[in-house]
């Protein structure tokens, strides 16, 4: 019987494969089981309907952000079009839902896939452009996928939008948020647990060499550009669950909602939890879901306010300014993110009372 390991006291590490072991000792594991027991267990059975609400928009997030992290953060390639990529995955589910009667449970994964598909097509540039290049090809892919989606109106309907039909599960509905809850965190933890373990393979250390070195990568037998067509295809396919999960929690889509905006959201969520760290992408999701509802909650106290009418237009801005003032001041004051903060907090209580 294994002996259990709740305190590490050294490195007594004997093999590569105790070096790559997701938790160090059974104590992650332990608080694992317990995040997840309280998660399920007690979050959607004691929270408001609007908590939940933001706590479902968080969980789709982080999907889609631990997908842009795999390419930012652990491949090195700059990409401003994740949000046009989350409306491929919210029209292909919406078009295979109302138009094909697909069941979320393969309307989901096949709009994964289609994402994934478009996003190695506009990841095809990046065999020749490194940097600001790369990232104005895919700005550019950003407003071509926005003016497909709105003017290929056969398929998405236009300006009209899709309507999906409820969905359901083996005739369980999943209409609601306390249902939905349920679905999205499971995705959730099987699309971290794949992260983590893609990111354990040769595939997640060739990401890794070519985001440090691409020509030391290639000189060491690593074929660069299949493994960057490989990365946009995996940040894609997420974008792609998470966008096809928000189209069926939302039920009505339209092509509003995928605009450069979001993609600078899923960056900034990026790089405030932390570049290469999918808990990072987690916290960052976190980070900014709350700062849009904090923002949007002040932006509404100051619109009734009395004395301020006639002050919309400069109030509207507010949003860019604070993702602007966020990002700026975290690549300045903690360039590591929030996951760099947690570690050290964590750190601490692992030393206490010797860390202070």
Known sequence: ???????????????????????????????????????????????????????????????????????????????????????????????????????????????????????????????????????????????????VLVHWEDVTQGTMGITLPDPSILGVSLRGDRPFFFVIFIVLAAMTWMAVNIMRTRFGRAFVAIRDNDRAAEGMGIPVFPYK???????????????????????????????????VEFIAMVIIGGLGSISGSILGAVFITMLNETLRWVTDILMNAGGLAGLELTLAPLRELAFGLAIVLFILFEPKGLAEIWRVVRSSFRLWPFSY
């Not at 908590?51 to 390639?77: F, K, P």
């Not at 067509?229 to 995996?234: A, K, V, Y």
């Open 229 to 263: 067509l490989l990365s946009f295809g995996i940040s894609s396919f997420y974008a792609g669950i998470a966008g096809a999960i928000w189209a069926f929690y939302m039920i009505s889509i339209t092509a509003e909602p995928f605009t450069m905006m979001m993609s």
């Open 1 to 147: 019987m294994r002996d259990l390991k709740f305190h590490p006291c050294g490195n007594y590490r004997e093999s590569y494969r105790e070096e790559l072991t997701v938790f160090e000792t059974d104590f992650g594991r332990l608080w694992m089981a317990l995040g997840l027991a309280v998660l399920f267990g007690v979050v959607p059975w004691t929270t408001s309907p609007y908590m939940l609400y933001v706590i479902n928009t968080i969980g789709i997030m982080a999907i889609a952000a631990i997908g842009l992290n795999i390419l930012i953060g652990s491949t090195g390639l700059i990409s401003l079009g994740h949000g046009a990529f989350f409306g491929v995955g919210a029209y292909a589910a919406g078009v295979l839902a109302s138009s094909w009667n697909v069941p979320i449970y393969l309307a989901v994964p096949a709009a994964g896939i289609i994402t994934a598909l478009t996003g190695m097509i506009f990841g095809i540039p990046s065999g020749r452009l490194k940097g600001l290049y790369l990232a104005i090809a895919t700005l550019a892919g950003q407003f071509i996928i926005e003016y």
